[in-house]
Structures are given as structure tokens and as C-alpha cells.
């Protein structure tokens, strides 16, 4: 009986316990959101200027930004004109509880309030929000466009944000001329890294090494980017490329491959992968296996490539089944059939 007691004591000493914790869960997120009830009136929002007051450096550097130069000359619609707050939420509850503070400091008191730091959303590295919350701020204004697919994305699924990519609060100077790679004519400056190829080749590294092998597009040289076939933001493509497959790819540059041909060579037809590593090669022209042994692959069973060869032979010369079979990619010669004319 006496352990049977103490059992039920337990249990309804837990019971309260447990409504309280209930009850805080609650409470908890109420807290955070209850600025949020508010916006709909648009009382919980100050405006960008009160906070230049005590946020001076950032709001200067942010100024300087082509957001900031939306946002603050001239706005399109509401969201755009709230600045600041339109990233970090309604600050009123977060100035009142900063003013306090300086105020009962200046008059050599004690705070003991709550840190204003509370009531206001912490954004990028230290953030107590999730990556997609984060990316919620962001797309209220950029899911159209480049981040129309971003939802269901390889990066969003990895639990990249934005804000893996991106900083947002200053332009990033130039890269100097020293720079492992030359900036691109992108434009952009809002990213974390000195220039945009650093911020993919951190995650992808044999991408950087691919990049410095003899044979590669001229990435390393400014002239193009991961995101010339790449959309980092998701695509309906595979892997992230910016047009419906491989060769649509390859064709926005290289269009005298589309064709069409009199005399078409299937595996270029297919996929450019069947000869070519996109990202480098340590053989000529992006070539994934050195000729012979590239045509060799497909080509064995009859005529002169299946044969043995001596190096010297025609055939083979300097590993040249293209010295005779110029037109690799496809001929419009009548009597192209070879691809030697
Ligand atoms: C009266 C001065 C004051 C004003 C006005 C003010 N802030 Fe702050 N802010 C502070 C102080 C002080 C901190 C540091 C709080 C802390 O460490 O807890 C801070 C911290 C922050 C942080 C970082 C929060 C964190 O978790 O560390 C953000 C973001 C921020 N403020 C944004 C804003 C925005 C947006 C506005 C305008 C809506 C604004 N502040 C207006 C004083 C102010
Ligand atoms: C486009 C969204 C966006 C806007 C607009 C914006 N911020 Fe931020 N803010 C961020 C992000 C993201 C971070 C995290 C740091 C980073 O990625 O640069 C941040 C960080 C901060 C911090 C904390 C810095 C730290 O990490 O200690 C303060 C303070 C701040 N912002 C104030 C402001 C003020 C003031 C304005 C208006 C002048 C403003 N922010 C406008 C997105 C924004
Ligand atoms: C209130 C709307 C709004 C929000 C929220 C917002 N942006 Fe923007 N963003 C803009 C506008 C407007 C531009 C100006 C250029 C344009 O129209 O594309 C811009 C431009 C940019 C650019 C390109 C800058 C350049 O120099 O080319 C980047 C990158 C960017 N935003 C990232 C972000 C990120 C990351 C967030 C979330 C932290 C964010 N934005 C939140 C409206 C917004
Ligand atoms: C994996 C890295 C990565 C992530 C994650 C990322 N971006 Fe970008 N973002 C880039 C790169 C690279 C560019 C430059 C693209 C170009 O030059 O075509 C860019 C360009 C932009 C631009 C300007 C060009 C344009 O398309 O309008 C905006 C705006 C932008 N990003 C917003 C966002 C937003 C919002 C998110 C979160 C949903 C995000 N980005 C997530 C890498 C990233
Ligand atoms: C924070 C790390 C990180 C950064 C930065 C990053 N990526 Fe990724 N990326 C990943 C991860 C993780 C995957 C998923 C790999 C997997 O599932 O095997 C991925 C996958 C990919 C894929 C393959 C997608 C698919 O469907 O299989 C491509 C293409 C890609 N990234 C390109 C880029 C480009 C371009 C950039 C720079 C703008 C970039 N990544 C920046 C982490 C990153
Ligand atoms: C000339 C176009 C082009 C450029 C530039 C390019 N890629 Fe790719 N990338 C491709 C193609 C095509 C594929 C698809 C490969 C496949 O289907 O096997 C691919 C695949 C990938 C994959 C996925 C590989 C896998 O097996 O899942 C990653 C990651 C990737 N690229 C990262 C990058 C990064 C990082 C950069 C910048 C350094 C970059 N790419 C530049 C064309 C390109
Ligand atoms: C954004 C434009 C662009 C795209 C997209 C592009 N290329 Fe290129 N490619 C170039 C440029 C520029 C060169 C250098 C041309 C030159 O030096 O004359 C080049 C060179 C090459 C070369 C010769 C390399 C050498 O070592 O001489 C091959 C092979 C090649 N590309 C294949 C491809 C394939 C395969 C794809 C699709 C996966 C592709 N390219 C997509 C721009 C592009
Ligand atoms: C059957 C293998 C094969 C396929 C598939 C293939 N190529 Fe090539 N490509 C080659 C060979 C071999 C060379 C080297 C040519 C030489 O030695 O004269 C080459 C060279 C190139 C060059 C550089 C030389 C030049 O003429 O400018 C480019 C660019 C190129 N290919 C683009 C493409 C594109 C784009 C595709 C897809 C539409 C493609 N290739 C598909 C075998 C192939
Ligand atoms: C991925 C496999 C593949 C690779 C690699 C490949 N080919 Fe082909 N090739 C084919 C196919 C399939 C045909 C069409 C055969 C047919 O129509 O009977 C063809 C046709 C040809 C023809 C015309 C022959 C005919 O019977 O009409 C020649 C010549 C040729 N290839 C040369 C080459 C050379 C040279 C290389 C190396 C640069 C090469 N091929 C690489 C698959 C390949
Ligand atoms: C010296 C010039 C020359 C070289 C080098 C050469 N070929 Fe040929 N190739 C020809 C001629 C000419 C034909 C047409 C033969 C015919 O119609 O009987 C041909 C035909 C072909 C055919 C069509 C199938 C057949 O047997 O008729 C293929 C496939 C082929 N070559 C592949 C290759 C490969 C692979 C290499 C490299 C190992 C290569 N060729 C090197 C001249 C050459």
C-alpha cells in the first residue's frame, strides 16, 4: 500500500509538472510570435531609420547594397518598404527593450529586463531559427525567378539557406588581383567569399581540383561560373543544370553542335558525356579517355579500329583516329559518312 501511495503521489506531483511544461511550450513560441500578431496592423514596425540610431555601422554598409537602395529610395510595395524589419521581423518590442537598458544604465542601475536581443529574429550564423525558416525571410521577396525551384532542390534538401551562400549586409569588396580565380562579369557581390567559385568549391571540392588540370573551360579565367550550367537555387534539370538536359547545356556556348547533320554521330547526339568531363580533364579538349581507346570504347568488332595497331601505324598516329575522322561531331559533307569530311 505504502509504495502504491508514494506511486500515486508521484504521479500527481507529475501531473501539474507536466501541464506547467505543457503550458510553457505553449507560451514559448507565443512569445516570439506575439510581435507578429501585430503585424498586420503594422504597429510592432519602427522603421529602418530608428535603427541607423544604434545600429550605424550596419545600417551605412547596408545602404550601400542594391537592396538596401530598393528598400530605402524606392520602394515597390510594403514589404520592401519595412528594411530592416523586413528581414528582421517588427522591431518595436526589441527598441523599447534596448532604450530601457541604456536607460537604466544611465542612471547607473542595473538592467534586469530581458535582453532586447530576444524580441528580435537572429539571422545567418548563431540564428535559433532552422535553415528553411531563415529562407522563409528571404523568399517572401525572391521565390519567383531563379528560386522558382528552389522547394525540393538537392541544396535545399541538404539543408543549405540562403544564407550558406549569401551575406546580405554588405557588398563583399573586390577580389584582388591575386585571386585564385578572376571575378566573373556577374555582378553580383553579395556573397561571403571573395568570389563566387570559392563559394562552391568550399562544398565541392574535386570541383576545384578538376579546375586546375590542363584541359578546362575557362572558369579559372573570369570569363565564366558554376552557375554558367549550374542554377545553385534548384532547376527542373538534372543536377542542377540551367537547360532541360546535358546537350541543351552545351549548346547555349557551343551551338555549331546542335546541328542538324547529314550524317549524325550518335553518342554526340546522346550526351556530351559520353566524350567530354565538363569540369577539367588532364587530356586535351575536356576529353574523358585519351584516343584511341575514347573511340575504341564504342568502336571494336570490325574494321580498322578493332584491329591491334602498331604506334606507328596511320591508324593510331599520335593518337589520332580524329586526323582522318575530322568531323567528329557531325558532317553535312554528302559523302561525310565517315566524319572525314
Ligand atoms: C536603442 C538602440 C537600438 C535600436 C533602436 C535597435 N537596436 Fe538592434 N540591438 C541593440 C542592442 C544593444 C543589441 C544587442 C542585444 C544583445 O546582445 O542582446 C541589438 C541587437 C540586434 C540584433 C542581433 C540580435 C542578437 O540576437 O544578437 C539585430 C538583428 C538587431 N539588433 C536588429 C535591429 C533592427 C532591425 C532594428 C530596427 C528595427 C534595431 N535593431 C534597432 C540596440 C538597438
Ligand atoms: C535581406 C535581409 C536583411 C535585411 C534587409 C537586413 N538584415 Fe540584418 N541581418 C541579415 C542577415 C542574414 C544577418 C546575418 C549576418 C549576415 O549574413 O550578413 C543579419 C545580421 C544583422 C545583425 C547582427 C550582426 C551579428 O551577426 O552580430 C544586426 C545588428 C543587423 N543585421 C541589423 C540590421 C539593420 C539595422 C538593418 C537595416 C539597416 C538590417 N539588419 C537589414 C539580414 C538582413
Ligand atoms: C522585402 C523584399 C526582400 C527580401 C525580404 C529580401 N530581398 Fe534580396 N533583393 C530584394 C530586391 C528588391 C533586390 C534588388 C535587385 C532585384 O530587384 O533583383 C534584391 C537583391 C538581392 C540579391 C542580388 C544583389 C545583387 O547585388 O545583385 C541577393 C543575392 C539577395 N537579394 C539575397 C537575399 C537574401 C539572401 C535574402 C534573405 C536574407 C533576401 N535577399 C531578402 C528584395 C528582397
Ligand atoms: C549554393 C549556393 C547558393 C544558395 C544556397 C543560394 N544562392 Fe543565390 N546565388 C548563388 C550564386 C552562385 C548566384 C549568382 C548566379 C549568377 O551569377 O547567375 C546567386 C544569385 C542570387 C541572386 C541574384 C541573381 C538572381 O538570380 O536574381 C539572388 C536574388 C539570390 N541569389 C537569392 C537567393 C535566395 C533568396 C536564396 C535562398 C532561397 C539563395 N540565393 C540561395 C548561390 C546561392
Ligand atoms: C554548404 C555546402 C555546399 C555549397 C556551398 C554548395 N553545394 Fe552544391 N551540393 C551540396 C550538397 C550537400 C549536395 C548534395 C550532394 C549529394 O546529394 O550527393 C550538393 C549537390 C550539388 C549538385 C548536384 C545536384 C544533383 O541533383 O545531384 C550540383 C550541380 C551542385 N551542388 C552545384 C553547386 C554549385 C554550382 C554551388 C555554388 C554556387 C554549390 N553547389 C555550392 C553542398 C553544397
Ligand atoms: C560547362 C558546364 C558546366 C560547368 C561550368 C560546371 N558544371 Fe558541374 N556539371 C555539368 C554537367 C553537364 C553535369 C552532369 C554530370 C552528369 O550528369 O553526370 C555536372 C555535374 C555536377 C555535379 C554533380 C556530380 C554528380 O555526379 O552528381 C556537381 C556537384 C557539379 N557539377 C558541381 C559544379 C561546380 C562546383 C562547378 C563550378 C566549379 C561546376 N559544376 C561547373 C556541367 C558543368
Ligand atoms: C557559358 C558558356 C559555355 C557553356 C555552357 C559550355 N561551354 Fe564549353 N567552352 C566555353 C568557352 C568560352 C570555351 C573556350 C573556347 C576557346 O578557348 O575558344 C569552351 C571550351 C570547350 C571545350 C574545349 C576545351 C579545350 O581544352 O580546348 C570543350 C571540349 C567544351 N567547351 C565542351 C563543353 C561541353 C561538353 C559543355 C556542356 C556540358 C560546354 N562546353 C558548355 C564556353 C561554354
Ligand atoms: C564521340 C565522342 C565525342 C562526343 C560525344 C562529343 N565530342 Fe566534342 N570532341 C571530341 C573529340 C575527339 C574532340 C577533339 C577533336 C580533335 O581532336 O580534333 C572534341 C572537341 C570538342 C571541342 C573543342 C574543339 C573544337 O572543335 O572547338 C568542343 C567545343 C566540343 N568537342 C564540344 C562538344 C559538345 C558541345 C558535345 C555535345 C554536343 C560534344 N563535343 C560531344 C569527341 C566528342
Ligand atoms: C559512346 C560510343 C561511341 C564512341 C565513344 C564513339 N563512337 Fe563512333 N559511333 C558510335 C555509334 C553508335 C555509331 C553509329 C554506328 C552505326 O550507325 O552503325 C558510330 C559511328 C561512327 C562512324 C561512322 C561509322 C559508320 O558505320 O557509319 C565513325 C567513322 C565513328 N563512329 C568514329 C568514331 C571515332 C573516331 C570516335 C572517337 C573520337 C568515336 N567514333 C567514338 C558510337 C561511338
Ligand atoms: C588514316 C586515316 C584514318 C584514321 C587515322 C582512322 N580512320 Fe577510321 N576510317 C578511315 C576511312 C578511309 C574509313 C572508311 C573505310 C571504308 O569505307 O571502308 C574509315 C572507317 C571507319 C569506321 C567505319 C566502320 C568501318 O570499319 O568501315 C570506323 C568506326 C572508324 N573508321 C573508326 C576509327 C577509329 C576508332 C580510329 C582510331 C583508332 C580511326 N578510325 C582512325 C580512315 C581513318
Redesign the pocket.
Known amino acids: 500500500m505504502a509504495s502504491r501511495g508514494a506511486r500515486c503521489g508521484g504521479y500527481q506531483r507529475a501531473i501539474p509538472a507536466l501541464m506547467k511544461s505543457l503550458f510553457l511550450l505553449a507560451w514559448l513560441p507565443g512569445l516570439a510570435l506575439s510581435a507578429w500578431g501585430q503585424v498586420a496592423g503594422g504597429s510592432a514596425y519602427v522603421g ?1 531609420n530608428t ?2 540610431e544604434c ?1 550605424k555601422q ?2 551605412r554598409r ?2 550601400a547594397t542594391k ?2 537602395k530598393v ?1 530605402f529610395d524606392a520602394p515597390r510595395n510594403d514589404l520592401e518598404k519595412q ?2 524589419e ?3 521581423g517588427p522591431g518595436r518590442e526589441h527598441v523599447e527593450a534596448a532604450r530601457e537598458h541604456d536607460r537604466v544604465r544611465a542612471q547607473g542601475q542595473v538592467y534586469a529586463g530581458p535582453p532586447s536581443g530576444q524580441f528580435i529574429l ?5 540564428s535559433p531559427l532552422s535553415a528553411s525558416e531563415q529562407t522563409a ?2 523568399l517572401q521577396c525572391h521565390e519567383k525567378g531563379g528560386r522558382l525551384f528552389w522547394k525540393g532542390s538537392a541544396h535545399e534538401g541538404r539543408g543549405l539557406s540562403c ?1 550558406t551562400c ?4 554588405q557588398n563583399r569588396p573586390a577580389a584582388p588581383a591575386t585571386a585564385a580565380f578572376k571575378e566573373p562579369l556577374t555582378g553580383n557581390t553579395l556573397f561571403p567569399t571573395r568570389t563566387q567559385m570559392e563559394v562552391c568549391l568550399e562544398c565541392h571540392p574535386m570541383r576545384r581540383a578538376q579546375l586546375q588540370r590542363s584541359s578546362h573551360m575557362p572558369l579559372r579565367e573570369g570569363e565564366m561560373t558554376c552557375a554558367s550550367c549550374h542554377n545553385p537555387h534548384g532547376s527542373p534539370n538534372p543536377k542542377l543544370l540551367v537547360a532541360a538536359s546535358v546537350n541543351e547545356t552545351c549548346y547555349k556556348c557551343h551551338p555549331e553542335r546542335r546541328g542538324p547533320f547529314l550524317w549524325e554521330h550518335p553518342p554526340v547526339m546522346e550526351s556530351c558525356l559520353n566524350c567530354h568531363e565538363p569540369h577539367g580533364s588532364t587530356r586535351p579538349q575536356l576529353l574523358k579517355v585519351s584516343p584511341p581507346r575514347l573511340c575504341q570504347e564504342c568502336h571494336d568488332s570490325t574494321g580498322h579500329p578493332g584491329q591491334p595497331h602498331l604506334a606507328t601505324e596511320r591508324y593510331v598516329f599520335n593518337r589520332g583516329c580524329t586526323n582522318c575522322h575530322s568531323q567528329i561531331h557531325g558532317s553535312n559533307h554528302p559523302s561525310g559518312s565517315r566524319f572525314q569530311r
Open positions: 529602418s535603427c541607423e545600429h550596419g545600417y547596408f545602404s537592396m538596401a528598400f528594411g530592416c523586413a528581414c528582421h537572429r539571422l545567418g550564423k548563431g525571410r528571404c544564407m549569401h551575406q546580405v549586409h
